[in-house]
């Protein structure tokens, strides 16, 4: 009997606050790198080295089985032209793929109407954590969004469906009486339906649940957890949305930037050992991004807002190595002092949107961009 193939998963994991791509991809035989960070620099005999250049943060050390395996892919110098040091302006870029303008759009949410055109699913998409992204909203798309899967649908314990029914049709009245007379209303109406219909897809999802793979007692591995707990309940959602922050890291950089790494990274292996133990990794991909990367020069004891930035695909379905080349170190080809990006990341977003879930990106990129060979 043939394997049926499942529908492409994508995972998203947002690093906010500008991850420093120095620190994190470490040009160690760079003699540049060591001029620019005598206080921060990783010496040479704790990175771990994936080639003669360059090595990954001692505290990234779970990935590199990742790596050796061909799951990871690194992709160098990624960001946009005219770079901006504000966290607010990248990251609306990123969200809504709108470099040159303020979009209003996230280039997920259109992805999401692309693959859901009728709204069928309300859990199509499913951000975990509060509030919204920017890059998952668009006009009449639903995203469920999940702060706590164990606390998410507590509505649907009402005992009595007949007092259910009657609440489900009081919210709708209020919040949608119809299209004519009040547009916005009724979008707030059907996305609060759309949330309780989701809430009741995902509340036994914990309960069927079952894992050996232990976790850690943070948040970003709480939040990959959930991601693998609604996967694996098939209830039909193809993209994921997850943040880890505090990368803002203008002082103590050193402590501060070792701990996230090492959270971001045991998270990650986590993730994808609990993935596989279900036979459910063959169809996922995680894309991890950061809104910019950080001053090539130290502050002393932290790092400033700076542009090119570095990014991760994971996967049983990667191309496993690097993408694009490592920006130039040298003082005279910096631009005011930042990484020059060498990669346009709606390359990236187009590779992931047609290579992998089988989507057209020209609408939602506004252009067509090369695509990068990091998805087999």
Request: without cysteine; charged residues 25%; aromatic residues 10%.
């Amino acid at each position: 009997m043939q394997k049926k193939i499942k529908d492409p998963v994508l995972v998203v994991l947002q690093l906010t606050g500008g991850n420093d791509y120095l620190n994190t991809v470490i040009p160690y035989s760079n003699p540049d790198y060591y001029d620019n960070r005598p206080t921060l620099g990783i010496p040479e005999e704790q990175v771990i080295k994936l080639n003669p250049d360059i090595g990954l943060h001692p505290a990234m050390m779970p990935l590199k089985n990742l790596y050796d395996n061909g799951e990871m892919s690194i992709i160098h110098g990624i960001g946009f032209e005219k770079s901006t040091r504000s966290h607010f302006r990248a990251m609306d870029i990123w969200h809504t793929a709108e470099p040159e303008k303020v979009g209003t759009e996230g280039w997920l949410g259109n992805a999401i109407r692309q693959i859901d055109p009728k709204g069928s699913n309300p859990v199509t998409a499913v951000n975990v954590g509060h509030g919204l992204p920017r890059a998952l909203v668009a006009p009449g798309v639903s995203v469920a969004s999940v702060s706590d899967l164990s606390n998410y649908g507590m509505l649907t314990v009402i005992e009595q469906e007949k007092v259910r029914q009657n609440m489900l049709k009081r919210f709708e009245k209020m919040y949608a009486p119809s299209i004519k007379s009040n547009p916005v209303m009724e979008y707030l109406g059907k996305t609060g339906l759309d949330a309780l219909k989701g809430a009741d897809m995902l509340k036994d999802s914990p309960i069927k649940y079952s894992s050996s793979v232990e976790y850690g007692n943070f948040d970003l591995a709480k939040k990959l957890r959930d991601v693998s707990i609604i996967h694996t309940s098939n209830v039909g959602t193809r993209i994921f949305y997850v943040e880890h922050g505090g990368f803002d890291t203008h002082a103590s950089q050193g402590k501060t930037h070792e701990k996230l790494w090492q959270e971001a990274s045991s998270a990650i292996v986590d993730f994808w050992d609990d993935l596989k133990q279900h036979d459910a990794a063959e169809n996922v991909i995680m894309f991890v991004f950061s809104e910019f990367g950080r001053r090539v020069k130290e502050n002393g004891s932290g790092t400033d807002h700076g542009a090119a930035g570095v990014s991760f695909v994971f996967g049983p379905n990667v191309n496993g190595g690097i993408s694009g080349e490592y920006p130039e170190t040298k003082a005279e080809l910096l631009r005011e002092g930042d990484l020059n990006p060498n990669l346009d990341f709606r390359s990236s977003y187009s590779t992931l949107l047609e290579n992998w879930l089988n989507i057209n990106s020209n609408e939602i990129l506004n252009g067509t961009f090369e695509k990068y060979n990091f998805i087999k």
